[in-house]
């Protein structure tokens, strides 16, 4: 946070989802330092972006129907105490990457319009593997992995946790 001003977060980076069913929901958090204390007037979707990204109130239900927290309160932000004002949702429905703003509005002059950037990856499918089990004790084992995304996939690392086992003959950046 600056000496003196309202801190949010840099980005809201839901990740990659899954499948068409997966949602993410990530807090929004807002710190003021100012006094007196600041009021949050509203939290909105920039462009009107409801295909994927909804808001509620903090703790509120989730509507499908919302691109503002509706039934957000004016609340005021005391100082130097991050406070969460609204629970921001994406929806993994249709495959590709996804970035925009969600706008948090108060009442200072100098931070009426505050832009909270987010992301996220939408890939439908999963990754499987299978082992060939046809040898005994100290012999190699054949490791199947398909792909289940309909994008190629590059297999860029690999390791095994257990250290009775180990890799051998991977090549990095196999595309699948």
């Not at 909270?116 to 992995?145: I, K, N």
């Amino acid at each position: 946070m600056l000496p003196s001003g309202i801190s949010v977060p840099k980005l809201l980076d839901f990740g990659t989802l899954h499948s068409t069913e997966a949602v993410v929901s990530l807090p929004l958090s807002v710190s003021s330092s100012l006094l007196p204390p600041v009021r949050l007037l509203s939290v909105v979707l920039e462009d009107g972006e409801t295909a994927h990204l909804k808001l509620s109130p903090h703790g509120g239900p989730h509507d499908d129907s919302d691109e503002t927290a509706e039934g957000l309160d004016v609340i005021e932000l005391p100082p130097h105490v991050p406070t969460p004002v609204a629970d921001v949702s994406f929806v993994g429905r249709e495959q590709g990457s996804y970035s925009g703003n969600v706008i948090v509005t108060t009442d200072h002059p100098d931070y009426a319009r505050l832009v909270v950037p987010y992301e996220a990856r939408v890939l439908h499918g999963e990754m499987r593997w299978g082992v060939a089990c046809s040898g005994r004790g100290g012999q190699l084992r054949a490791l199947t992995v398909v792909n289940g995304f309909a994008s190629p996939v590059a297999l860029l690392d690999a390791s095994v946790a257990d250290t009775n086992f180990q890799l051998h003959n991977f090549t990095s950046g196999r595309v699948l």
